[in-house]
């Protein structure tokens, strides 16, 4: 197709090709400007939508902001949709990913909040032009050799539906779409901060947040499964940035930032954070707080200027109490002695040995926090193993209260998805407690459901930290539990209690006598 001219753009050379669309360098006829022209297959679209396809990217082309990609102009040429859009040489996020040699993400201070806080920023211009990106992932965002991001297909996902393969770049589309996409809510603006949650995520782990091969799986993760924290996977990740990254990825919209403005905040709140202690981080300028040009002068104004009016830093009155107040400061700089590695591991050791949480955020904050930064070959075992603490405990937290808002149909129900969801936080003995109280519903039989997976629960914990039972006194009397499979399925649950068999003889498969008698009531 080189040298076709749809609309006003020559095309001059082809930079990718698919089975969808193509790719062209450009340049337009009349004044010479570049532009990139994506050329979708004839077979792309009805005869309807080409109809509309120009007026519909309309809307679109008002986007003008130095981190979006811009649409130029539209159309239909010989039945095959096009648009010109900004021309920009660069490399994906995804294509970043492979390259990086840090592990297991991108460098976090001096690359991801960066990327981060232009994203956001990208973000706040197109929502408040009422236009949402929807297709946000690491091949949709590219990073120009100066470090500007450019965030490409701002909102071409609504117009053009993507596909639900795996993409060119290795990432799955569905692995950064929000769990109201899957339930077929409204694709609000805080879907888009979920799957920059998403995109975040994989950046610095180094990895998506989720892995699946089906839309089937990816719908069930991203409704119902609790992720790693980031924080676990990369230790080195700040715990401000780790715990907004959680907050944008929350399941129920409303527990998300409300507004791209707001997660621009939080990022400046955690630059400004990790600058006080010394920290380099990589922030670009923006854009939009440019205050303009300055007025303009001649020289002669000036001079003429310059002798109305002494300098102020040539009065010797200003001059020197300055000069004396910078050396007052430096002697008390070089006299002040900052706590040692061991006063401060001293101070922060009852604290997180203490019951209340409250008091290792306070050791973290006030004490190990300092002493990773001012002393890190020291302490760096207990240190790391105070992080990892106090994350587990985030987690707990964040499990519990997320079950918290689940409704239920029953009380047990409640009970027993509770006690699981602890159980995948690593808290097993509170998931037992959970599964124990259980036993109080055995007389209501809505609840008998929920008494029956608690006792299944509870073998297979128990098995983990003990093996298999020896003797005829074991934990769980295996002859009830038969009877209540033949109870199912004269009362016409015969899938229920097949599973049921199923379980019992994989967790009695090393006990013969049980095992003979589990395959006698098949």
Wanted: glycine share 6%; proline share 7%.
């Amino acid at each position: 197709m080189i040298g076709i001219r749809p609309g006003e753009w020559v095309l001059k050379s082809e930079r990718s090709v698919s089975p969808a669309a193509s790719v062209y360098a450009a340049e337009h006829a009349a004044d010479g400007r570049r532009a990139a022209v994506k050329v979708f297959a004839a077979s792309k679209f009805p005869a309807e939508f080409l109809a509309r396809f120009a007026a519909e990217m309309l809307g679109y082309q008002r986007l003008n902001h130095p981190n979006v990609v811009r649409y130029f102009d539209a159309g239909v040429a010989a039945g095959q949709a096009w648009f010109a859009m900004e021309l920009v040489d660069g490399m994906t996020t995804a294509e970043l990913l492979k390259t990086t040699t840090r592990k297991p993400g991108l460098p976090i201070a001096e690359q991801v909040l960066g990327l981060a806080v232009q994203a956001a920023r990208a973000l706040k211009h197109g929502h408040h032009r009422n236009l949402l990106h929807r297709a946000i992932r690491p091949g949709t965002m590219v990073v120009l050799p100066d470090g500007t991001l450019k965030m490409t297909e701002f909102g071409l996902a609504k117009l053009i539906p993507e596909t639900s393969d795996l993409g060119p770049d290795g990432f799955h589309p569905l692995a950064f779409q929000p769990p109201e996409f899957f339930t077929g809510k409204p694709y609000t603006r805080r879907s888009d901060l979920y799957a920059l949650g998403c995109w975040l995520y994989a950046l610095s782990a180094g990895r998506p947040m989720f892995a699946a091969t089906t839309a089937a799986e990816f719908a069930q993760k991203h409704c119902y499964t609790l992720p790693d924290r980031p924080g676990l996977i990369a230790p080195d990740l700040p715990s401000d940035f780790d715990d907004l990254i959680c907050t944008l990825i929350q399941k129920d919209p409303n527990r998300r930032p409300a507004s791209a403005a707001q997660v621009i905040e939080e990022l400046d709140r955690i630059r400004a954070k990790l600058e006080r202690r010394s920290v380099r981080v990589q922030w670009p300028a923006d854009p939009g707080d440019a205050s303009g040009p300055m007025a303009a002068f001649s020289a002669d104004d000036a001079v003429e200027r310059e002798d109305r009016v002494r300098p102020l830093m040539s009065r010797p009155a200003v001059v020197l109490p300055l000069f004396l107040l910078v050396v007052g400061l430096g002697v008390w700089f070089a006299l002040r002695r900052g706590p040692t590695a061991a006063e401060l591991y001293a101070n922060a050791e009852p604290l997180m040995q203490s019951a209340d949480p409250a008091d290792w955020d306070r050791a973290w904050d006030d004490y190990l926090t300092p002493l990773a930064d001012r002393y890190p070959a020291e302490y760096s075992v207990q240190v790391a193993e105070a992080r990892i603490k106090i994350m587990t405990r985030k987690e707990i937290r964040r499990t519990v209260d997320q079950a918290a808002r689940v409704r239920y149909a029953g009380e047990g129900e409640r009970l027993y998805q509770t006690g699981l969801k602890l159980a995948q936080a690593g808290d097993v003995a509170g998931a037992r407690r959970y599964w124990e109280l259980l036993r109080a519903f055995e007389s209501i039989p809505s609840e008998v459901r929920w008494v029956e997976a608690g006792r299944l629960a509870l073998v297979e914990t128990e098995l983990l930290q003990t093996g298999p039972p020896a003797s005829v006194n074991s934990v769980v009397n295996v002859t009830e539990l038969l009877e209540t499979a033949a109870r199912w399925k004269n009362m016409g649950r015969a899938a229920e209690a097949s599973t049921l068999l199923d379980r019992l003889a994989e967790i009695y498969r090393d006990d013969p006598p049980r095992a003979a008698l589990i395959r006698s009531s098949r």
